[in-house]
């Protein structure tokens, strides 16, 4: 039974159209398994080769890792519930309603949103402290550090603007008292809060702004941001490299 | 070189025909082998399969979260009500914490501000590279220095009666004062004392960040005034 | 026509831009206006012209429903309308700290704001609390049929009354 489904595997692997697809063949070979990284657009950020080092939990931790990972799970969870919800008051209320009680596994998914949003904060302020401890943010990282506190930054104002988004008095009132923080910026702050909410209160117009900031804009940035951090580690010579040694240069 | 021939450059040789391996020998050095790198591994397969075990892990603790515990929903946003106390999510209750006692410019738009500020300026500020404790040369003078600073700002506290960012302050001083008086150098002091004045610094600012969000979220109330969270009503 | 590349002085012998960086310098000078054009109206486009919120002036009934020396809230327009023996002032109910809206506490004779714990004087004034400023005091006059009317656009001192 297991030969029959190997062989025809194999045979699937053989025909023209798979060749045409996946063309480097199995990935047994060094040849090919650096092919399998370095040819692959969706692989090509990481290098082709680590440190052995680098690969234990203790080195990191993974959370770099599980920060892109809880990244893509709240992508996808995310974009399931916009299916459901339409950036308006009060039907957003509603929505948020029908999610729980209407629509089948809504509530998983929402919940597993909300978990993920909070676990993504929690990792990304771990994940900083634990680069700054491990001094990785020495030269030449500098400026992969300040990426990273851009992700940072960016992970909160996605955490905040989703937070407005079930549209019911814990969200209301918590945007209301952050928006109203901007305004206590001498000169300016006014303006730039009406800019933020569309109007003077937190009303429609704020729901449909932060659901564009939420759903497009932060997480267009985020994902360029993080493009950006990935390669540099991998340009920099990757995870576990200690800051005197620059792999040849200096 | 011990070639007979001599090597021609020009558009008329051809390294392919006839390739050269050529060592130049500079003074009086050999040619020696650099240390070697560390063992390195291809990510195909070994990258990879750990990716992927990490995420199954995180997909399944997020999934058993997710079946037992709901994401809160309250009423409809009603502008006209405000309820008591209105709190922000978790990971800025810290900031909330200090809107009670400092202006909302400066707990809201100076104090984040200098913050992130700090946070970008770390890598490019006189980094310590070596990391060089704080206890090592100049060790009086400059223990002075931070220990005046963190009166300094324990003054501010109490003029302004914020003892709850006091209270992580004054743990951590502590700390530093154990560690730079014992003069040991085994045991957690003695791992204390090898710490540069950055570890302090960011030390110091996690804890009184992990305190201020622990009390905004457990011991404030309606009022934002002090309850504790075993209580019934506020305290 | 000089065929040579060098930069000829002027007889004046201040040094003078070559070609090609005076083209450089205004291609630059022109990208950074449209771009400073650009961001003017990015700003312009996200500052809404016309707005659906609640209108800001509103009639408060007649005079003779609030008793001498009370405290009205009116919760859907945020305000306190307060009459003393003296007159009538229309106080904003929005805590001046961070916009949370405050609550009458008559047995206390304060108005309390829930979110960081201010308190303040039924006319406005700051007992407690991290708010920055009282609260301010909305212009309050009679329509031509006898009613209370007040503008929230408008703020009075805090010493004004309307006296009926």
Not at chain 1, 143 to 154: C, D, E, H, K, T
Not at chain 2, 30 to 57: C, G, N
Request: aromatic share 12%; proline share 6%.
């Amino acid at each position: 039974m297991a030969t029959s489904f190997h062989t025809t595997l194999e045979n699937l692997r053989s025909t023209r159209v798979w060749r045409s697809i996946f063309r480097r063949g199995p990935a047994i070979t060094n040849r090919t398994r650096s092919l399998a990284i370095f040819g692959n657009l969706f692989l090509h950020w990481l290098p082709v080769k680590v440190r052995e080092k680098s690969l234990r939990v203790r080195a990191a931790y993974y959370l770099g890792s599980l920060s892109l990972l809880l990244f893509l799970i709240l992508v996808v969870t995310g974009v399931l519930l916009m299916f459901y919800y339409h950036p308006a008051a009060p039907e957003a209320y509603h929505d948020m309603k029908d999610l729980r009680f209407v629509v089948s596994n809504g509530v998983f998914l929402r919940n597993m949103h909300r978990v993920g949003a909070h676990l993504m904060v929690l990792l990304v302020f771990w994940h900083m402290f634990h680069v700054f401890y491990r001094g990785g943010y020495k030269p030449p990282h500098e400026f992969n550090w300040v990426v990273g506190v851009i992700l940072l930054l960016l992970t909160l104002f996605l955490s905040y603007t989703g937070y407005l988004l079930p549209w019911d008095q814990l969200a209301f009132w918590a945007v209301t008292v952050g928006t109203n923080i901007i305004s206590a910026m001498p000169f300016i702050g006014n303006k730039i809060r009406f800019v933020v909410l569309g109007g003077h209160i937190v009303g429609e117009n704020a729901l449909l702004r932060f659901y564009v900031l939420h759903v497009v804009i932060l997480p267009l940035l985020a994902f360029l941001f993080i493009g950006v951090h990935f390669w540099r580690v991998q340009k920099d010579g990757g995870l576990t490299l200690g800051s005197k040694e620059h792999d040849g240069k200096n | 070189m011990t070639e007979k021939t001599k090597i021609e450059t020009g558009f008329s040789s051809d390294a392919k025909k006839e390739p050269r391996r050529i060592v130049f020998i500079t003074r009086k050095t050999s040619a020696k082998v650099k240390d070697e790198r560390e063992r390195k591994v291809m990510t195909y397969p070994h990258v990879l399969v750990r990716e992927a075990i990490v995420f199954e892990i995180l997909t399944i603790v997020m999934v058993f979260i997710a079946l037992f515990w709901n994401a809160p929903l309250e009423q409809l946003a009603n502008p006209q009500l405000t309820p008591n106390p209105a709190k922000a999510p978790w990971y800025f209750l810290g900031l909330q914490e200090l809107l009670h006692f400092f202006p909302p410019f400066v707990a809201g738009i100076l104090i984040p501000t200098l913050v992130i500020i700090a946070l970008l300026v770390i890598p490019y500020f006189h980094v310590n590279v070596e990391g060089k404790a704080l206890c090592s040369e100049r060790a009086s003078k400059r223990f002075g220095m931070v220990i005046s600073v963190v009166v300094v700002l324990l003054i501010l506290l109490v003029v302004v009666d914020a003892w709850t960012i006091m209270v992580p302050t004054v743990s951590v001083a502590v700390l530093l004062v154990a560690s730079y008086l014992s003069k040991g150098t085994t045991g957690w002091l003695g791992v204390l004392r090898t710490k540069p004045l950055s570890w302090w610094v960011m030390t110091w600012f996690i804890s009184t960040a992990v305190y201020l969000t622990v009390v905004g979220t457990f011991f404030r109330g309606p009022g934002w005034s002090w309850v504790w969270p075993w209580g019934t009503h506020a305290g | 026509m000089s065929e040579s590349n060098q930069v000829t002085e002027p007889p004046s012998g201040k040094p003078s831009v070559s070609r090609r960086d005076f083209l450089n310098e205004i291609t630059l000078g022109a990208l950074g206006v449209a771009g400073l054009g650009g961001a003017a109206l990015t700003y312009q486009y996200f500052s809404p012209n016309v707005l659906f919120e609640p209108a800001t002036t509103f009639r408060a009934g007649n005079p003779d429903l609030y008793p001498v020396n009370s405290v009205t809230f009116l919760q859907d327009q945020q305000v306190y309308i307060v009459r003393t023996t003296t007159g009538f002032y229309a106080v904003s109910a929005v805590c001046t700290h961070l916009g949370c809206i405050t609550q009458w506490k008559p047995e206390a004779n304060t108005i309390a704001c829930p979110c960081h714990g201010s308190k303040f004087q039924p006319n406005g004034r700051k007992i407690e609390g991290p708010a920055p400023r009282p609260l301010p005091h909305y212009a309050i006059n009679l329509t031509a049929d006898g009613e209370l009317q007040v503008d929230k656009l408008q703020t009075t001192k805090a010493d004004e009354v309307l006296r009926v």
